[in-house]
């Protein structure tokens, strides 16, 4: 034991005088018994100049560790660390490698982090072009590697590099995120594989499942259906001594690594040398439907659709109480159970672009056909469903589940595997909603029905009214009783408005003028009067009659009555004091100093809550389709309510989106699905919600003048500062200069996620109105956004215009997620 360390000294002191001479050749890239890697600057350079090794310290922090670093890029990004547990206080740290082969890291004379031995007459160390440090043989060129820091992942996988596990050893290459920016040590996420089953890629949070990759299907992770494969290639080794997968890179124009972040993200990043800053092209997990299981056994995740879950065909919530309360963790049942022994009593239901149930309790069998498989899992009594285990090429393999069908999510068209779910021939082709649709069909069709009675009487009543040259006040209190709402006289209105006065004129709104009244109880109210010429008008008239009668909510503002007489139509609503958002937030100063930040944080929640109530929580689920600053009210503490629903929709049944010809609402609050395609979902009013968060931030009216100079605008403005990290920049003035700075940024971060291009990358309602309340640590990073800006230069804020509108989004595409 004491030999090897005294020949160690002999020769350290033989050779001592001489290599201090030459300390200067460390900036190569081999370290040898003779030499030490100090922290005064030395460090060690791969042949290539891509890779240097040496001292550094992260960020803020004074601890010094040694890492590996890109030596080509302006911003130090460590892609290992050696001594991650140890960091060293101070500059007294060395590296070196024994005679032996160990690498040592010492302080002073504590070795603090060493390797095992290497039986190797001249060890050396050198650090590779592709980022591995590695222990070999002093001449020897081949890959005969004694030690490789390949083999000890941190948070990086570098190509090249795998994840998995060496049956024959037991031992598992994994990624385990930093604790923080500032911190190496190990953190509470790691990602790596599972080999049980169809083996899967998981993320981890301490022990506990986080996100599931699933399984591989030959192409791609099933639940990574974004793998950018243009970009880089992946080998997924499944053996009897291995499981590894491992990735490298095809597109060599790009820097590109993959990272597990200390936030809980796997993702690919791409150096973009211009930003100075790695851009993530794709990462997990995305949505609501990335979390293990939400929807529970046998349910499926949809993450753009309010509720996100459904019960598979055949199934049904198995407690439909905390089902209906959106509490899906108890999943579904089968409505018919299997009768098993008879063949002719069930089938295979295909249900398409799916992410495959976790498969660490199924059997996977590569080469056997699927017709096979379908075969096998006919013929085996606990078989529930089976799938293709591999689907490149032709497909091919054979996954069979026994087991409730778990973590399953339902991708867009076109990505997803199929899964073949086996049901009782009568739960096959059932179209037979379940209840939950047949409650929504009927109040969709009571809801036509009065439309259509509404419109049969208001057509037939102005018929009779032009015949008879005088209203009929009883048919239209008939109307008026249909929808459920109180009546106000026509003189009760007049009173209370002073005959229409110019005075009470509060403006002008999308169907005509507004006015401000008192009752004679001393309640004042606004009166929103239907111009007798507009024939849209009368639509949406109904339409907000119809649908804000049966919808209460703080946040939405309150319809008390209306008032059908004499040829007018009028609604009656509570008096906003403080008139409208746009009026503070885009006017003169003197008002927007009354926005401080609490307000504006006030505000922002208060409105989420309300479009939270609409998506999800009313009775009818409902998308509003105007939301914009002249559409918030503010009563008199300020507190925001959504008003205006003359373009709002219900929403029902199934689809999630539809599909409008007459594309109305306000630019510069669109989405672009719904601006170019007039494509409109919950996602368009959480896209016009995260414009409004901006607004309210920053002060300035998206495709305001102000930036036209720029030919930019507001959201690119905001994304560009953001990327730049200099966003704060952009905060309204006059929220003065002292504002929680945290609170600010999770505002604009969240703003920036509800105008992402795609609507699937927006979070819903419910996610917005979490991350607000406190949840920060898990907001995904934005991606870029989706733009859309009118080609009319003069327009602002008009509504339900038809103008030329041209989306364009700068990036391109292979960067977006
Ligand atoms: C790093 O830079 C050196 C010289 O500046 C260049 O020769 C080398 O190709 C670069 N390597 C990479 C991986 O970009
Ligand atoms: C190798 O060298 C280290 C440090 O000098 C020593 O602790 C270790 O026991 C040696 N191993 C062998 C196998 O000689
Ligand atoms: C190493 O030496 C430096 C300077 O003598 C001292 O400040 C430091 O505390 C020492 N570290 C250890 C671990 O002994
Ligand atoms: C697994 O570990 C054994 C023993 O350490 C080693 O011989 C073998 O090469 C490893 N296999 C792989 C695929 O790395
Ligand atoms: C990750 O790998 C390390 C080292 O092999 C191991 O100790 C740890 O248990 C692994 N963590 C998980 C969650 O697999
Ligand atoms: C340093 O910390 C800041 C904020 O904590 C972070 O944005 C930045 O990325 C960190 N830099 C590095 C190199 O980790
Ligand atoms: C098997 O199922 C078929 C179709 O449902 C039914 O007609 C038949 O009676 C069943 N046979 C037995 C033995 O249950
Ligand atoms: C059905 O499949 C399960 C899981 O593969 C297996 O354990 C069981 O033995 C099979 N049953 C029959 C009857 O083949
Ligand atoms: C998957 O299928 C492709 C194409 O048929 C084949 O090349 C590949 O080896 C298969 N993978 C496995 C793991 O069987």
Not at 95 to 113: H, K, P, Q, R
Not at 308 to 330: A, I, V
Request: hydrophobic fraction near 35%.
């Amino acid at each position: 034991m004491t030999m090897p360390i005294s020949v160690f000294k002999v020769a350290a002191l033989l050779f001592f005088v001489p290599f201090t001479l030459f300390s200067s050749s460390l900036g190569g890239d081999t370290l040898t018994p003779t030499q030490h890697l100090t922290d005064n600057g030395d460090i060690l350079i791969s042949a290539a100049s891509s890779f240097a090794l040496g001292f550094f310290s992260p960020n803020s922090s004074a601890n010094r560790y040694i890492g590996i670093w890109y030596h080509n890029i302006s911003l130090q990004t460590i892609v290992w660390v050696a001594n991650r547990q140890h960091p060293i206080a101070g500059s007294s740290g060395r590296l070196s490698i024994t005679t032996n082969g160990t690498l040592v890291i010492a302080d002073n004379s504590t070795v603090i982090w060493s390797t095992f031995s290497a039986a190797f007459a001249n060890p050396i160390a050198r650090l590779l072009d592709n980022g591995n440090f590695v222990v070999v043989e002093a001449n020897d060129n081949s890959n005969n590697f004694a030690w490789e820091s390949f083999n000890f992942p941190t948070d990086t996988l570098l190509p090249g590099m795998k994840i998995g596990w060496n049956l024959t050893s037991g031992t598992n290459h994994n990624l385990t995120a930093w604790l923080g920016d500032d911190d190496p040590s190990p953190g509470g996420y790691v990602t790596g594989v599972d080999f049980r089953g169809d083996p899967q890629i998981f993320i981890w949070s301490g022990t506990r499942q986080y996100w599931r990759g699933g399984p591989w299907n030959g192409l791609r992770f099933s639940g990574i259906p974004q793998m950018k494969l243009d970009m880089v290639g992946c080998d997924f080794v499944v053996d009897s001594d291995a499981v590894f997968w491992s990735y490298y890179i095809r597109d060599f124009s790009l820097l590109q690594r993959v990272v597990a972040t200390s936030s809980g993200h796997f993702e690919h990043q791409v150096w973009i040398g211009k930003r100075k800053s790695w851009e993530a092209v794709g990462f997990v997990p995305r949505d609501e439907c990335d979390t293990i299981s939400p929807c529970g056994p046998n349910g499926i995740c949809y993450p753009t659709r309010e509720p996100m879950c459904t019960c598979m065909q055949g199934f049904r919530p198995e407690n439909t109480k905390s089902w209906d309360l959106s509490d899906w963790t108890d999943g579904c049942v089968r409505k018919t159970e299997l009768d098993c022994h008879n063949r002719t009593d069930f089938g295979f239901f295909t249900q398409s672009n799916m992410k495959l149930p976790d498969t660490s309790r199924s059997t996977v069998d590569w080469s056997m056909s699927l017709e096979n498989c379908r075969a096998l899992c006919s013929a085996n009594c606990s078989c529930t469903a089976y799938a293709s285990a591999n689907t490149s090429g032709s497909g091919s393999g054979c996954i069979v589940w026994t087991t409730e069908l778990t973590d399953v999510k339902l991708y867009d068209s076109g990505i997803g595997q199929d899964l073949y779910i086996k049901l009782a021939a009568s739960d096959l082709n059932s179209e037979e909603p379940d209840h939950s649709h047949q409650r929504r069909l009927v109040i969709i069709i009571l809801v036509l029905v009065a439309t259509i009675f509404l419109v049969a009487c208001g057509a037939c009543s102005i018929w009779i009214w032009k015949k008879r040259g005088r209203s009929n006040a009883d048919e239209e209190n008939d109307q008026v009783q249909d929808m459920d709402l109180p009546f106000y006289d026509l003189s009760t209105i007049v009173n209370a408005t002073d005959d229409f006065s110019s005075d009470n004129k509060l403006g002008q709104g999308g169907f005509g003028p507004v006015y401000k009244g008192k009752l004679e109880d001393g309640i004042e109210i606004a009166v929103k009067r239907l111009s007798k010429t507009s024939e849209q008008g009368m639509e949406e008239f109904k339409n907000e009659a119809l649908l804000i009668a049966k919808l209460q909510h703080r946040n939405l503002v309150r319809l008390l009555g209306c008032c059908i007489q004499g040829g007018e139509r009028m609604l009656v609503y509570e008096y906003m004091p403080n008139g409208s958002l746009d009026a503070f937030l885009f006017g003169d100063e003197t008002k927007s100093v009354l926005l401080d930040w609490p307000t504006r944080y006030n505000i922002i929640t208060g409105i989420s809550r309300g479009l939270l109530y609409l998506h999800q929580d009313s009775r009818l689920r409902i998308i509003h389709r105007d939301l914009k600053a002249s559409n918030v009210l503010l009563d008199k503490d300020m507190n925001p309510k959504i008003s205006d629903f003359g373009m709002a929709r219900i929403f029902g049944g199934e689809d999630s989106e539809d599909n409008t010809r007459r594309v109305v609402g306000t630019y510069g609050y669109m989405s672009p699905e719904y601006a170019m395609h007039g494509i409109f979902s919950v996602k368009s009013d959480v896209f016009s919600l995260g414009v409004l968060i901006l607004e309210i931030v920053t002060g300035k009216r998206n495709r305001g003048a102000y930036y036209y100079a720029l030919n930019i605008n507001m959201i690119e403005h905001v994304w560009n500062l953001w990327k730049e990290g200099k966003v704060l920049e952009l905060i309204d003035a006059s929220i003065g200069l002292i504002f929680p700075t945290a609170e600010v940024m999770s505002c604009i971060k969240i703003g920036l996620l509800c105008v992402q291009d795609r609507a699937s990358d927006r979070p819903t309602m419910s996610s917005v109105v979490k991350m607000l309340g406190n949840d920060t640590s898990l907001l995904p990073e934005p991606l870029q956004p989706g733009f859309v800006i009118s080609s009319s230069s003069s327009a602002v804020d008009s509504s339900s215009s038809k103008k030329e509108s041209s989306y364009y989004n700068t990036a391109t595409t292979a960067l977006k997620g």
